[in-house]
Every structure is written in structure tokens, then in C-alpha cells.
């Protein structure tokens, strides 16, 4: 929240998958309207206090260790999460985390 401007929006979307492995999986998208993260620093900002040099923007702006907790927890229950962005036109986090449902249920319905 703290990287979307004033009247920027922060959409939360989630959704059960299932993956061709059949794994049922739930997945919880974070999307906003901030200025984006470029395609060099996206493979580092899971680091802890990974710092990104933004120059002309807000100078230099450092990750801290947020994501990369998020990034252990995910792990830790064994999901994943990632990162789409494009410079100037936002970002996606993207959390996959398995389901564990009951043999007895053959379907979950996510209600959004």
C-alpha cells in the first residue's frame, strides 16, 4: 500500500486452481495501480533489505523484510509466491498455497 499513490487502486483477488498435477490449489492475487518494479529488480526484492535505486522517483526505496517473510512463509507451507510487473504501470503478487481439502469433498467453491 505504501508504494500506490494518492487515488491509486489495490485490487485482492482470490481463487481456487487446479494444477495438471491435481493438486488443488488456493491462490490470492495483489494487484495495484503503484509505479511498478523494473524487470532487473524482480528477481531480488524477496531479498531481505534488498534496496532499488529509483532515481527521479522516490530516490532509493528499500523492500525491508516484508516480502522476503512472505516469501518463507509461503515456502514453509509449501507455495510459492511471485511477482509480474511492468515499470509505470503496477504490480501483481501473485501467493499459490496447496489445499489440503477432505477425500470426501471433490469440489471447493470460493465465494468472492
Not at 25 to 38: H, K, M, W, Y
Request: with cysteine; net charge negative.
Amino acid at each position: 500500500m505504501k508504494y500506490t499513490p494518492e487515488g491509486g487502486k489495490i485490487q485482492l483477488q482470490w481463487y481456487a486452481e487446479l494444477p495438471q498435477e491435481g493438486k488443488k490449489t488456493l491462490c490470492v492475487e495483489v494487484r495495484d495501480t503503484g509505479p511498478g518494479i523494473a524487470p532487473e529488480h524482480q528477481q531480488h526484492i524477496f531479498e531481505r533489505f534488498y534496496t532499488l535505486d529509483r532515481t527521479g522517483v522516490d530516490a532509493q526505496v528499500s523492500t525491508g523484510v516484508g516480502l522476503s517473510l512472505c516469501k518463507e512463509l509461503a515456502e514453509i507451507m509449501g507455495g510459492q509466491i511471485e511477482v509480474e510487473s511492468t515499470l509505470g504501470a503496477g504490480a501483481l503478487f501473485r501467493l499459490r498455497l496447496p489445499l489440503q481439502a477432505p477425500a470426501s469433498m471433490n469440489q471447493i467453491t470460493v465465494v468472492q
